[in-house]
């Protein structure tokens, strides 16, 4: 069993900052990307931003220059830094591991429960 339990979601004000966190604990071998989905009320989910285990690091257009996707390997944790955060942003962030290889022998994906980010003023 794999539980992803995320962090930081909140309240924020246009042009504001918030990190989210997102750690994975289980009887993990491997974890092939983990990622960062959003979805607003009325919208699918979305890509904001993905990782693999080589370091290869994907945004989605809406996160490029202001959010960064980093992982802490040895915690099984990811982060994504927001920055200049605008009300369009607005929406519950889910963290996703991918291809999780466990034991006994298992591969599976894995979603969090959800954040949600209010930006408003």
């Known amino acids: 069993q794999v539980q992803l339990v995320e962090s930081g979601g909140g309240l924020v004000q246009p042009g504001g900052s918030l990190r989210l966190s997102c750690a994975a604990s289980g009887s993990i071998i491997s974890i092939n990307a983990m990622g960062w989905y959003r979805q607003a009320p009325g919208k699918q989910r979305e890509l904001v931003a993905i990782i693999t285990s080589s370091g290869s690091i994907n945004y989605a257009d809406s996160a490029k220059g202001r959010f960064t996707i980093s992982v802490d390997a040895g915690k099984q944790t990811v982060y994504l830094q927001m920055n200049s955060l605008k009300p369009e942003d607005t929406a519950v962030y889910y963290c996703?591991?991918?291809?999780?290889?466990?034991?006994?022998?298992?591969?599976?994906?894995?979603w969090g429960q959800g954040t949600q980010v209010t930006v408003s003023s």
């Open positions: 996703n591991a991918d291809r999780v290889t466990t034991m006994p022998f298992y591969v599976g994906d894995y």
